[in-house]
T-cell receptor, first 112, second 116 residues
Framework: SQQGEEDPQALSIQEGENATMNCSYK?????LQWYRQNSGRGLVHLIL?????REKHSGRLRVTLDTSKKSSSLLITASRAADTASYFC????????????FGTGTRLKVLA | NAGVMQNPRHLVRRRGQEARLRCSPM?????VYWYRQLPEEGLKFMVY????????ESGMPKERFSAEFPKEGPSILRIQQVVRGDSAAYFC??????????????FGPGTRLTVT
């Protein structure tokens, strides 16, 4: 598997429900970031969590990081139709290259 | 403060022609990244540049592709002798230097290249 893989690949939920998506990675990281991409547009940064942090909140978003399992999860609470988008995790490697490696994405559809 | 600007937004080229994609980073940002995205896929890192320097081009094909970020003006991603497989969305992102590590990237709207 490649660095930064999200699952599920696609998720369909009803408005008001919570959406959880996961990201796994392979090598040691400096930080992990989540981005949203609306169809046909550029990515928008959502939240950043550093390797020494375990949990972070931003509005309806909650991100956790488990460095021992090399995984992160993004929880969107009380989802809205406007949350429909693709969500990507990006890892910044702790190897001095400072290259951002993006995952394959989770396509979220929130039904009104 | 304008965001990251890319132009053109759409570019159509015939096989064998050259494609030039431009990116103007956000004001104050000295780091530029180029990514390529195929439909329904994630972003693939191509190259990371700072002003007048290519820092990491490990994601860029050795042939036909080149990138620059001159002291003045936008960053340019150049694809020579395009082939149909080059058809994709190309995104540019910029970030400021950070003492705490590498922070969020700000993305442009992308250039959609179609090779006919």
């Amino acid at each position: 598997s490649q660095q930064g893989e999200e699952d599920p690949q696609a998720l369909s939920i009803q408005e008001g429900e919570n959406a959880t998506m996961n990201c796994s990675y392979k090598t040691s990281i400096n930080n992990l970031q989540w981005y949203r991409q609306n169809s046909g547009r550029g990515l928008v940064h959502l939240i950043l969590i550093r390797s020494n942090e375990r949990e972070k909140h931003s509005g309806r978003l909650r991100v956790t990081l488990d460095t021992s399992k090399k995984s992160s999860s993004l929880l969107i609470t009380a989802s809205r139709a406007a949350d429909t988008a693709s969500y990507f995790c990006a890892t910044v490697l702790d190897s001095g290259t400072y290259k951002y490696i993006f995952g394959t994405g989770t396509r979220l559809k929130v039904l009104a | 403060n304008a965001g990251v600007m890319q132009n053109p937004r759409h570019l159509v080229r015939r096989r064998g022609q050259e494609a030039r994609l431009r990116c103007s980073p956000m004001k104050g940002h000295s780091h530029v990244y180029w990514y390529r995205q195929l439909p329904e896929e994630g972003l693939k890192f191509m190259v990371y540049l700072q002003k007048e320097n290519i820092i990491d081009e490990s994601g860029m094909p050795k042939e036909r592709f080149s990138a620059e970020f001159p002291k003045e003006g936008p960053s340019i991603l150049r694809i020579q002798q395009v082939v149909r497989g080059d058809s994709a969305a190309y995104f540019c992102a910029s970030s400021p230097p950070s003492r705490t590590g590498w922070d969020e990237q700000y993305f442009g709207p992308g250039t959609r290249l179609t090779v006919t």
